[in-house]
């Protein structure tokens, strides 16, 4: 069972233009919803994160907009650039009452920006 | 610096010859837990640690043991490794509880069981 749904595999863009990457989740326990970026050679590190509180979150040219009644997240990327090229992981996680921190994550995007 | 360590980065090894994969933190997280990574399947928890001495099992815990006798440590062993464990590994760490539950990764180790 996939709890969470990640599209496209992979996304070509070119230099300056916008990247969006979707999400979908089945579990209305998750309350934190991170977006990972990893680039090869290294562990994922936080991009970026959202609560179900919020509709959208916007750090730089990355934004996160969040749909809870169709349990659906993405992440937007703006002006994108070459530097931006990694595979992006959305997770979701729920963190109250004293359950397992685990991420669930989406099985990535391969982003590759075209100079 | 802040970070999460994994030791050894790179392991060749054969089938059923025991090995331990190491992970410390510099950051006083009470929570770890490792993953593996494998292509198309994205990342999932192997086992993860709420604190010293409390450890479960993820989602694939089948071949793995862990064990925390320190806040800063959390081995991973494989009794008896098989090639289906030819992945790559990553270790992470967290404040539990707190407002943010970063996780932080560690560089990864990749492991080839022949």
């Known amino acids: 069972q996939q709890q969470v749904k990640q599209s496209p595999q992979s996304l070509i863009v070119q230099k300056g233009g916008i990247s969006i990457i979707n999400c979908a989740y089945e579990n209305t326990a998750f309350d934190y919803f991170p977006w990972y970026q990893q680039f090869p050679g290294k562990g994922p590190a936080l991009l970026i994160a959202?609560?179900?509180?919020?509709s959208e979150k916007k750090e730089g040219r990355f934004t996160i907009s969040f749909n809870k009644s169709a349990k659906q997240f993405s992440l937007h990327i703006m002006d994108s650039q070459p530097g931006d090229s990694a595979t992006y992981f959305c997770a979701a996680s729920k963190g109250s009452g004293g359950s397992n921190y685990k991420l669930t994550f989406g099985k990535g995007t391969l982003l590759t920006v075209n100079p | 610096e802040a970070q999460v360590t994994q030791n050894p980065r790179y392991l060749i090894t054969v089938t059923g010859k025991k090995l331990t994969v190491t992970c410390s933190q510099n950051m006083n997280h009470e929570y770890m837990s490792w993953y593996r990574q494998d292509p198309g399947l994205g990342l999932r928890q192997i086992y993860y640690s709420m604190n010293v001495e409390v450890t479960d099992k993820g989602d694939v815990p089948e071949g793995y043991k862990v064990s925390r006798k320190e806040k800063r440590n959390f081995p991973l062993i494989l009794e008896s490794p098989s090639p289906n464990q030819t992945s790559l590994y990553f270790c992470?760490?967290?404040?539990?509880?707190?407002?943010?539950?970063?996780?932080?990764f560690g560089p990864g180790t990749r492991l080839t069981v022949t």
């Open positions: 959202i609560r179900p509180d919020v």
């Open positions: 992470a760490s967290s404040f539990f509880p707190g407002s943010s539950y970063e996780q932080y």
